[in-house]
């Protein structure tokens, strides 16, 4: 089974941003472009999604993307960084840490 974490999501585009290019760790040029997907609940509502798309994708996102577009989203799930970081409250979460202090909700995402 090559593709265990293959997920499929439609949704309406609600935020997106230009296309980026930039330098990774290995000195390799990357173009990125990162967009929110808002995706129906069964029941109601919505689940607002992060979404990044890589190389010609990205340029094409960025090309004929904008919000309000419905679109059909094939990728994976993968969480960008896993750090244990200490509440307030005593507790522990895994997740994205702010630099700045120890609640991984007070980061700017």
């Known amino acids: 089974m090559k593709y265990r974490n293959l997920c499929t999501f439609d949704g309406w585009v609600t935020q997106i941003s230009a296309a980026d290019t930039f330098e990774d760790r290995r000195k390799q040029t990357v173009t990125v472009c990162r967009y ?11 689940d607002y999604i992060p979404c ?5 994708r990205a340029w094409y996102a960025a090309r004929n993307l904008s919000v309000g ?5 094939i ?9 244990r970081c200490d509440c307030r409250d005593g507790g522990s979460i895994y997740g994205k840490c702010s630099s700045g202090g120890s609640n991984p909700f007070d980061a700017d995402w």
Do not use: K, M, W
């Open 36 to 46: 929110t997907l808002a995706v129906p609940r069964p029941d109601q509502g919505y």
């Open 52 to 56: 990044i798309a890589f190389g010609s």
């Open 69 to 73: 577009t419905c679109v059909t989203v």
């Open 75 to 83: 990728g994976h799930i993968h969480s960008e960084i896993h750090d």
